[in-house]
Every structure is written in structure tokens, then in C-alpha cells.
């Protein structure tokens, strides 16, 4: 005699026959299709978290990804049915079953879309992509009181979204750095990005030409802050010393802040970190 209290949804893992629907995943039908998940991928938590997250703020996007199984095997969608049942929302998904097992050895092998991919459909060109696609992390983490020398990493959708309200002022540094010479490069793009955008938040006309003289080096006199930043880079340059992040923004920072108050350097030994852990506060 059939049960007919148990959901017939909760089968869909077990058929052979191939098929597709649309379903109201409940975190209960999560829970019964997670019990499919025998062979997978590593759990990433970050990613679960963050779908979370996503679901508990009601800003989950439906991109159309199914969950996908072969009979009897959970081949795809661990990272949204374990974020469903910890957040405890009902979301619609697509879901394919009757696979062969066979098929998820050739899943997720794609690259996946970078912030550089997310610029380029935004129509950014090829040189402002990548440099944005590098820099933005630290732009948000900027807004958020997060060291701009850190390396936390923010999700597409953080990324579109920080561009799109920040456009003007983004769109701005990337063209006053696109008609700077290219070579030499005394400083990376993305970092000069940084700099820009954040140092032409205080003051734009003096960051606009803080950076020509970072790269071009014209009519320096012998006690601009920026003429011993721009020395201290070529020579690293030419040395191929390395540099970390840390030490770049530092002292860019520490050159912005001297040339803002006016302060003359003598020479270039007041912008090294030395003993410093955190970065300078921007004036």
C-alpha cells in the first residue's frame, strides 16, 4: 500500500529513468538528499557560509544551476543544499536526475568567472579590467576597515556590486592611470589603483598629480616626498628586489601623507616601514 504522507519528491535521488524538475527544496528534502552525498568534493565552508548568508538576507540569485544526480548519488549542489538547510529556507531548483555517475568527473571543470570577467561584462577594456580585477579587493576592504595589505577575497556579486555604486570615482582613477606612461612602471597597477582612488578621496587634483609624478618624473624638485618614492622604486626596479604588498602601500602611503602636509624630504628613508605592522592612516 502506497505511504501517502511521504513526499514523493524525496525519491527523486533513487530514479533511473532520466528527467528533470522544477522543486521547492525544503531544508528537510535537503537534509534527505544530502544522505546522497557519498563521493564529492571537499566541503569549502567560505562557500557554504556565504550562500548562507545569501539565503538568510533573501539576496540568493538563482543562476539556473541544477542539482544533478545520478540514481542513488548526489553528483552536484552539496554547497547549496547544506547552505538551504542551515539557513533553513525553502528556495525552487532545478534538478536533474537519472545521470550516469560517470558525468561528475567532467563537472565544475570550467574556469569559473573571475572579478576580471565581472568588469569585462560591465565593459570595461582589457587593461582597466585587469587592473580593477586585481585591485578590488582592496578597495572594498578599505570600506569595510579591513588593511588594505590583507588578503581577504570577496565573492562576485560583492565585487559588481562595490563597482556599481562606486563607478564614478572607480572610472575616474582608471582613466588618470590608463594616460600614464607604461614603461618603466615604478609601481604594479593595481596598487597604484589603490592609491589613487583612495588619495583622491581626500583631495583628487593633488592625487592626479602625485601619481604623474610617480611615473613620469617630471619637474621634481630635490625635496619632493614623491620624487624619493619614485627613486626608491625604479632602483628596486632595476635591483629586481621585492617588495611585499605591505612595504608598497606603506610607503606610498607615507610619501601621499608628507606631500598632503607639505612636509620636505631630504631623502627617502622616511617612508620605510622599519619596525611599523600597520599601515599608515591616509590624510
Known sequence: ??????????????????GIE????????????LAFNTTNRHVTQHKVQQFQLDMERGTWLNDGAPIRFAPNKLL?????LMAMLQAGTTLPMVVIYGLDEQMQVNMDTGRGRSPVDVFTIEGLDRWQATVLGTAI??????SRDV??????????????????????????TLRVLHDLPR???PLPWARAAVGHYLFAKKDHELADGFFRGVYEGYQ????QPVLHLRNRLLNDAITKTRRSVFDDYFCLIRAWNATRRGTPWRSGHAMYPGTDTNLPEIV
Open 220 to 223: 621634481l624638485g630635490p625635496t
Open 22 to 33: 522544477w522543486v521547492r527544496v525544503t531544508p528537510a528534502i535537503a537534509h534527505h538528499w
Open 137 to 142: 579587493h582592496a578597495l572594498i576592504s578599505a
Open 76 to 80: 552536484d549542489g552539496q554547497h547549496r
Open 183 to 185: 614603461k618603466p612602471t
Open 147 to 172: 588593511p588594505i595589505s590583507s588578503t581577504v577575497r570577496y565573492v562576485n556579486r560583492e565585487v559588481r556590486d562595490f563597482y556599481l555604486e562606486h563607478i564614478a570615482a572607480i572610472q575616474r
Open 1 to 18: 500500500m502506497q505511504n501517502h504522507d511521504v513526499n514523493p519528491l524525496l525519491d527523486l535521488p533513487t530514479r533511473h529513468a532520466r
